[in-house]
């Protein structure tokens, strides 16, 4: 959550640029803490809350991520 609250203005600042590549080097700062959340992290946590919170989060980074590109078109 910090990781993204830390590259969220960045990515914001980009976008209203028009800078993609600015926006995506911003989006890539999230790729080791999401490296070790996978890692570290249940995501389908029996508590509810838990579970859902951390649902919420994900949906979060995707969103972000999808406000630069849509990466459902890349192939693999």
């Keep these: 959550m910090a990781a993204l609250a830390a590259a969220a203005p960045q990515i914001d600042a980009s ?6 590549t600015g926006a995506m080097i911003a989006l890539s ?3 080791r803490p999401l490296d070790d959340f996978f890692d570290k992290v249940f995501v389908n946590d029996p508590d509810f809350a838990v ?3 951390r649902l919420l ?3 979060q980074i995707r969103a972000a991520a999808d406000r630069v590109a849509d990466f459902s078109r890349i192939a693999g």
């Design 29 to 31: 700062k999230l790729r």
């Design 15 to 20: 976008i209203a640029q028009e800078d993609y």
């Design 57 to 59: 989060l994900l949906s």
């Design 51 to 53: 579970r859902r919170n």
